[in-house]
Every structure is written in structure tokens, then in C-alpha cells.
């Protein structure tokens, strides 16, 4: 696989939420599922939190701002020419705006080139969104940065849990990494995610007992830009390989979104769906090219106005449109 409390089913990535008085049983630790399995409450037993502590941890070098170079001469008859992208690559951009105008919600996107610096978001990229299954990404980088401090020894059965997670977007694996590593305030890891990107992330609160939950969070897709970028230019590099790899390979059922580019740029994506509160939201976030040089994150609101296959097909045709001139 994101404000009021409301007893209402809305569907995760991979099952089925539960109003907030449904029964809850302890969570457990489990052997992973190879697959995304439905369930029936992504809920932890109702916990008092204690204070909550904090866990500082060195800035990390993210991505730019998004701003951009200063325009040239001869960029000042291109359509977007302080984006720093060339005149066929901003043209490209403009197509996938006004593509947009036809479909239903509101969708943000921000595209980035690692090897110049361009950057072009558009005017939904900082609208906050549920994150559905996309801050599954944000939990792998969080788990191997904390295990090559040596603050904690990632297991076998953790392992399993983590390819599962970006494999095939499983909840349940989800779930026992999230009760396991949260911290006795529950906090641990929304303490630690800012320091990969994600400064606009806010837990949800009203939608479950256990809290914060990474199934009830809102980003955006100025957020998803910079955690991506994280994990391609400072996260350590076998970790980096492993995610790379793991997103270039995903479950037929993850081949959306960033993957709609086609195969010949390599994409790799992270995926979440889900029906929240609002709506439908169907975002993706990865990259394309050699080198993974460019990266992609969208985030689509459909805001009641269609549903999850409406929100792939957009997601898939802006991919497309977006990188067709690239090499």
C-alpha cells in the first residue's frame, strides 16, 4: 500500500480495515506470507502510551529543494524553462499536466533528474495524502539504517518479513515489523523518518488503538521525491542494491504506477492503494533509466470520484507520457 473518527471499512494495500470498536487481537510475531494476504484488522490491543522519548539521529543529506536552476536563453521558449529540463523532456511534462484535466481527483507528482538537477513538481505536489503502502519503503530504509548502527540484529524471520513488504506489499509482514520495532512509546519509528525525507509525514490519529499505525498516515509527493532520492544517493550501498533490486522485481500485481514507463528504462516502484476516508488514493514512487537516474512520485486522490482502476490508469499513463523521451 494513508479526520474525523468514524467507524467506517476502507481497505489497506493488501486487506480490509476494521472500525475503531472491533474486537482486537494481540499482535504476534509470524512467519512471512510470500503473498499479500487479506485480513481482518490491522489493529494492535489497546496500549497506554507512556511519555514519549526521542531518538535523534544524524541530518541526513537529502534531496535538493525543489527549486530549480536558473533559466538559459536558449531555454526561454520551452514551456516549463526553469525546470532545467530540456525543451522535448519539458514537453513531455506539459503532455502529462494537461492529461490530467480528463481524469478524476487530484494527482501530485514530482519527477527529478539525479545527474543535472532538474526538477519539475507540479501544483498538487505538496497536498497531503494517505500514503497506503508506499511508507512500507520508508520501514525498509528505517530497519537497515538502524541495524548498520548496530542499535538492533535484523533476523532471519525479519528478513523474510522485509522482502515481503517490497515484494508483494504484504500487510501482515507490515504489521509484525511495525508492533516489533516500534519502541515501548510506539513512536520510534515516526521519530526516525524524518531524517529520510519525510518531513510533511502525520500519523492519523481516531482510526486505530495503537498509535501511531503505518497504515493511518498522510505524506506527500514532495515527501515520497525526497525519500526515494535517499534511498539512491545515501543509503549504504548494499542496502541500496537490495532495494533496487527488490523493486525492479515485484509481484505482477505491483506493476503500475512508475512501471508504466515500460521496460526498457528498468523502472522499480513502490506501490499503495487504498480506500480511506475520502476516497480511493492510489500512489507510486521509483525510478527509471540507467543508473536509476530519474525518479518518479505520484500520489492520486481520486476523492470519490472513481476508483482503484481509475487511479492505475492514471498513474500509469502520466508514467508513460512523462518518461517517453527519456534514454
Not at 473518527?5 to 472491533?22: F, H, K, N, S, Y
Not at 515501548?184 to 500519523?203: C, E, I, K, V
Request: with cysteine; glycine share 8%; proline share 9%.
Amino acid at each position: 500500500m494513508g479526520l474525523l473518527a468514524v467507524a467506517t471499512l476502507v481497505l489497506t494495500a493488501c486487506g480490509t480495515r476494521t472500525p475503531l470498536d472491533a474486537p482486537i487481537a494481540a499482535p504476534a510475531s509470524t512467519t512471512p506470507a510470500t503473498t499479500a494476504t487479506p485480513r481482518t484488522s490491522p489493529m494492535a490491543p489497546p496500549t497506554t502510551d507512556p511519555a514519549p522519548t526521542t531518538h535523534p539521529l544524524p541530518a541526513a543529506r537529502l534531496a535538493p529543494p525543489l527549486s530549480s536552476p536558473a533559466p538559459t536563453p536558449a531555454a526561454v521558449s520551452c514551456p516549463l524553462p526553469t525546470t532545467g529540463f530540456t525543451c522535448a523532456e519539458q514537453d513531455d511534462i506539459s503532455s502529462a499536466e494537461r492529461s490530467l484535466a480528463n481524469r478524476p481527483g487530484t494527482t501530485g507528482i514530482v519527477l527529478r533528474d539525479r545527474q543535472t538537477g532538474a526538477v519539475w513538481a507540479n501544483s498538487y505536489a505538496s497536498t497531503m495524502v494517505w500514503t497506503a503502502s508506499t511508507i512500507k519503503l520508508a520501514m525498509v530504509v528505517d530497519l537497515f539504517t538502524r541495524a548498520g548502527r548496530g542499535q538492533i540484529t535484523l533476523t532471519p524471520v525479519d528478513r523474510n518479513e522485509i522482502q515481503a513488504m517490497l515484494h508483494s506489499s504484504d500487510d501482515d509482514a507490515a504489521d509484525a515489523l511495525w508492533y516489533r520495532y516500534a519502541g515501548t512509546d510506539h513512536l520510534r519509528w515516526n521519530h526516525d523518518f524524518p531524517a529520510y525525507g519525510l518531513s510533511d509525514l502525520t500519523p492519523q490519529r481516531g482510526f486505530s488503538r495503537y498509535y501511531p499505525y503505518w497504515g493511518f498516515q498522510k505524506t506527500t509527493s514532495e515527501d515520497l521525491d525526497r525519500l526515494i532520492h535517499y534511498v539512491l544517493t545515501d543509503l549504504d550501498a548494499p542496502d541500496r542494491r537490495y532495494i533496487v533490486d527488490q523493486l525492479q522485481h515485484v509481484a505482477p500485481d505491483q506493476q503500475w504506477g512508475v512501471w508504466g514507463s515500460g521496460p526498457r528504462l528498468a523502472p522499480g516502484n513502490k506501490d499503495g492503494w487504498s480506500r480511506e476516508q475520502g476516497g480511493w488514493v492510489i500512489n507510486s514512487v521509483g525510478f527509471v533509466g540507467p543508473g536509476q537516474r530519474w525518479t518518479l512520485a505520484m500520489m492520486s486522490s481520486l476523492d470519490g470520484q472513481g476508483g482503484y482502476d481509475d487511479g492505475v490508469a492514471t498513474l500509469n499513463s502520466v508514467a508513460a507520457t512523462i518518461t517517453a523521451g527519456l534514454s
